[in-house]
């Protein structure tokens, strides 16, 4: 048989209580119709649970133990709703954001601190994602949001917000031709073999080598790389080069690389990718902060009188 729970709280209660009339008030029913509800579990189980001619009420032998065990039944139960009451709550109030290879400098720290200003309780959790998923991984509910750079094939219900633009850079081995100078320009940059990804989105390859290039030189690609460590490594060697973002300037080094502005692309923009759709607490907050702090950073800063 199945067992009806809520019978069960109801006899329960007339044993805690020793009183039908007790009993009801506290569940906020009639003694009569609570009478019937104990009556039903009765014919359900084949027993009579409770004496009723006993003051106080209590338990008859069969009842006695039928309640050891369903007591034990109704805690589970209890615990099994709180279990997934507080997972609501652990979602209600964690944000999982994405990011792929490293940060996007202190406007994220200064984005996710602005959250929490509004969200004392929010926990924002960090997940790394694939170059190929940074944008796929907030459409299928993977994270709740990511920072993302270009370029996005498929854009269909996601909305991107402008974080920052960080300009790009080449990396080249040390020994290079251009490695002491503070700027090249992408012609300079025709004929050498750019790193590329066999499990990359060839339009995210082509966009980051600049191919087609203005000068209409083809693009040469070289090795086949799947970390930034392995990018870093076929540089180094000499066999290839690559145009990347600041940001990997700023949180990789290697001994044999440097990182050499390029002067005439357009920098790379690092947007906030979220569900259109999505109008949950925690996203919206996120992007009301990522206002806040694009509203900071284009206020005018005082200066002193000299």
Request: net charge neutral.
């Amino acid at each position: 048989m199945d067992l009806n729970l809520h019978l069960v709280r109801y006899l329960v209660a007339v044993v805690d209580e020793g009183h039908f009339g007790r009993a009801a008030a506290r569940l906020y029913v009639s003694a009569p119709a609570l009478s019937q509800q104990v009556r039903k579990l009765e014919r359900a189980v084949g027993a009579e649970l409770v004496d009723r001619t006993a003051h106080p009420v209590r338990p008859t032998q069969a009842g006695a133990r039928f309640l050891a065990e369903a007591r034990e039944a109704l805690a589970a139960a209890d615990r099994a709703v709180a279990a997934v009451e507080s997972y609501r709550r652990e979602v209600a109030t964690t944000l999982r954001l994405g990011f792929m290879t490293a940060s996007a400098g202190p406007q994220v720290r200064a984005m996710v601190d602005e959250l929490r200003r509004g969200e004392p309780e929010a926990v924002v959790r960090l997940v790394e994602l694939p170059w190929n998923l940074q944008a796929s991984a907030v459409r299928d509910g993977t994270v709740d949001a990511a920072l993302v750079r270009p370029p996005i094939s498929d854009r269909a219900g996601l909305r991107f917000d402008l974080v920052r633009h960080e300009p790009r850079v080449v990396a080249l081995p040390v020994t290079h031709r251009l490695a002491g100078r503070d700027a090249v320009g992408l012609a300079e940059l025709d004929g050498e073999p750019h790193v590329t990804g066999d499990e990359l989105d060839p339009v995210w390859v082509r966009w980051w080598a600049c191919d087609p290039r203005p000068s209409g030189v083809p693009v040469r690609y070289g090795p086949s790389v799947r970390t930034m460590d392995e990018l870093l490594e076929v540089v180094a060697a000499g066999q290839a080069i690559s145009i990347t973002g600041g940001f990997v300037a700023d949180s990789h080094r290697h001994p044999a690389v440097v990182f050499v502005p390029v002067a005439d692309v357009e920098p790379c923009p690092v947007s906030l990718c979220t569900r259109a759709a999505d109008r949950s607490t925690l996203v919206t907050a996120l992007r009301r902060a990522l206002r806040a702090i694009r509203t900071q950073d284009d206020t005018p800063r005082a200066t002193s009188p000299s």
